[in-house]
């Protein structure tokens, strides 16, 4: 196993064999039969300067609460005698002198025993468990971790440190290495300034139909990687998403004769998502947001967040100044009438409605989607619809069928109109969201 030490020499720059102090934490591992990654990093002076150098799963930089911070230190016991400890916790902590002491029960104050000159003749940034596992100068060192390493703060709870040189880390599982040294635990750092929240989770009711669900998530994964930007990690920055699929939604075709049915299929399914964890909703669909109310009346007995896209799509008009726009959807929905969750856009831009003509070829043309799928054929009345019946500069497809029918479509139109998919604005809108509530720690 040592062998992964020596593949990541660099001999350019003069180096014959890996420092005893790194072949020294690989042994560490090796005897406990831990599972560790060794990596190379440009030369680190401090835990915060070392978290922006670790690499880890193809990406440089982690957040610094996963790089263990480490302090070493003396002080008096009740026995009278002097002790060592090494004492560790996450690197944006700050330890609590006074529960450290009581955790030690020691008599005497808490002795820094390392300074921090961060001169390369220190040991400062080189203090690590593994180092000091047998002990220091022939004395025992006792080994304290705060409780919050075995926190699970995200994927992929792991914590990084020195290797015993500043050029070279070992990724670790906190839990692992505590159990092989016998060491304590206890709550021994300073109370974070706001309370954490649990990990945020995104719940997607889809059904209606449920391919529309899958397009939402897809908006919503592509915005949530649009804004980390840079600070995107690939999979592990993806937010954890639930879905139900409710084929009953299919009911909102004829809401007004079948409300409380939809609702009774509706409800089941957001309740479960929320006791399932998740902090967000969203629902792939324009008529069924009719319930928001009720939805988000369900969503608060859980502490979760309901977000509207008929709000949403509100919102983008006000934030873009759209002048104009034709709602293309059903007449539960682009009719702004009782039933209409878009009934109040027309406070906000000037909303030019369908024909009646128009309404009715967009209900057939929903209902043949929902049989067919997306085809030449309901692509080729999608346009025909918006040539006859939209003629303002922008145009807001409001009804997952079409959404299908315009996911499918691969070349740009050419009416000179804006055509947007209010599910893209949706999901765009539920990304930022989340980011928001979820503060992502590469964010940080």
Partial sequence: MTGQAWALLEPRAGEAAPPAAVLATLAFFERHGLWHLLARNAKAMSCRDAANKRYRLGKMGIPVEDELKSFFGAHTGADGRRHH?????????????????????????????????????????????????????????????D????????????????????????????????????????????????????????????????????????????????????????????????????????????????AEQVWEQLEPAVRSLCEEGARLLCLACHTNHYFTDRIRAVAAEYGSTFVSVAESVGEWARREQVPELTLVGISYV???????????????????????????????????????????????????????????????????????????????GKSGRVIVDALKIYGEEVAATYIGLAKPREMA
């Fill in 334 to 412: 682009a009719g702004f009438g009782e039933w209409s969750a878009y009934r109040n856009l027309a406070a906000i831009t000037r909303v030019e409605p369908l024909s009646d003509k128009g309404l009715e070829r967009i209900h057939e043309l929903g209902y043949q989607v929902k049989r067919e799928g997306a085809t030449d054929s309901g692509r080729a009345k999608l346009r025909a619809i918006l040539n006859d019946e939209a003629r303002t500069s922008h145009v807001v497809i409001a009804l997952t069928e079409l959404s299908i029918l315009l996911d499918s479509q691969r070349k740009p």
């Fill in 85 to 145: 400890v090494a004492v560790h916790c996450r690197g944006d902590q700050l330890l609590d002198m006074a529960k450290l002491r009581a955790a030690l029960g020691a008599v005497s104050d808490v002795e820094r025993l390392v300074t921090t000159d961060s001169s390369d003749d220190s040991i400062y940034g080189l203090v690590n468990p593994f180092s000091l596992a047998n002990g220091f100068e022939g004395a025992p060192v006792t080994q304290l971790f």
């Fill in 147 to 258: 409780q919050g390493v075995l926190e699970v703060r995200g994927l992929p709870n792991t914590m990084m440190t020195n290797a015993g040189d500043r050029t070279w880390s070992v990724e670790f599982r906190p839990r692992d290495v505590i159990e092989a040294l016998g060491a304590q635990v206890a709550d021994i750092v300073e109370a974070p300034p706001l309370p954490r929240h649990g990990p945020v989770g995104i719940g997607i009711v889809t059904g209606n139909a449920p391919d529309s669900g899958i397009i939402l998530w897809q908006h919503i994964n592509r915005r949530v990687q649009e804004i980390m930007a840079h600070r995107f990690q690939g999979d592990l920055s993806y937010p954890p998403v639930s879905v139900r699929s409710v084929p009953g939604l299919g009911l909102s075709m004829e809401l007004d004769k079948r």
